[in-house]
């Protein structure tokens, strides 16, 4: 059984920079789509950034596109976000997703397209 576990987040000042890591057990983050997604109380998980299977495309959302980054490292079967210029409108839970098969391998932005996902992490970024 595939289980995933976010690490790496926490409390950070405006501007600053946070990395979180998506670590894979039972399985592999290597050949699968993974993404990831973020949620505040009352409001619904929305697509954060993703990266395709096998390959390194990625996509981001508006909202950090250029401050974000997602990559994979497959010698420690994780994925990563490196997470810069941080805004207070940035804290969330997030959450790292994984898509149960590869037959669409693409990241794709809908929660309900992902089988697999870890617990959460709470970032929060102070003004």
């Known amino acids: 059984q595939v289980q995933l576990e976010e690490s790496g987040g926490g409390l950070v000042q405006a501007g600053g920079s946070l990395k979180l890591s998506c670590t894979a057990s039972g399985g592999s983050v290597s050949t699968y789509a993974t993404s990831w997604f973020r949620q505040i109380p009352g409001k619904e998980r929305e697509f954060v950034a993703g990266?395709?299977?096998?390959?390194?495309?990625?996509d981001y959302a508006d909202s950090v596109t250029g401050r974000f980054t997602i990559s994979r490292d497959k010698a420690q079967n994780m994925v990563n976000l490196q997470m810069n210029g941080l805004k207070p409108e940035d804290t969330a839970v997030y959450y790292c997703?994984?898509?149960?098969?590869?037959?669409?391998?693409?990241?794709?932005?809908?929660?309900?397209?992902?089988?697999?996902w870890g617990q959460g992490i709470q970032v929060t970024v102070s003004s």
């Open positions: 997703a994984r898509k149960a098969s590869t037959y669409n391998n693409w990241p794709t932005r809908s929660p309900g397209a992902y089988g697999i």
């Open positions: 990266i395709a299977g096998s390959f390194s495309s990625s």
